[in-house]
């Protein structure tokens, strides 16, 4: 089992900033994806970056085209940790962000997937003002 516990939402105004953490436990060894998937109100989920490893210390990265420029994914060195840097903010990316773990991993190309991820936070809320 894998526990997955959001952290770093808020509000702040449009072209600012924020960093959401998503710490994992439990079983986290082998190869897995971390992704980041986010709702807002009245809209289905949607993925939007996602960090695939197979178990050793490189990764490859994956981007919605709604954040990719603007968001990066990343992690801490002892692999239990996954960030999502969230720059030029705008309005439509308020929405709950949900931390979500795949293993072994996605099927090729369904990186962004929710059917894809096994485990899954309780979100945290980010809220964008204009």
């Known amino acids: 089992q894998v526990q997955l516990v959001e952290s770093g939402g808020g509000s702040v105004q449009a072209g600012g900033s924020l960093r959401l953490s998503c710490t994992a436990s439990g079983y986290t060894y082998g190869s897995n994806c971390m992704g980041w998937f986010r709702q807002a109100p009245g809209k289905e989920r949607e993925g939007v970056a996602a960090?695939?490893?197979?178990?050793?210390?490189?990764?490859?990265?994956y981007y919605s085209d709604s954040v990719k420029g603007r968001f990066t994914i990343s992690r801490d060195n002892a692999k239990t940790t996954v960030y999502l840097q969230m720059t030029s903010l705008k309005p439509e990316d308020t929405a709950m962000y949900y931390c979500?773990?795949?293993?072994?991993?996605?099927?090729?190309?369904?990186?962004?997937?929710?059917?894809?991820?096994?485990?899954w936070g309780k979100g945290t809320l980010v809220t964008i003002s204009s």
């Open positions: 979500a773990r795949s293993s072994p991993g996605p099927r090729r190309g369904r990186w962004l997937k929710e059917e894809e991820y096994n485990y």
């Open positions: 960090l695939y490893s197979d178990g050793g210390n490189t990764y490859s990265t």
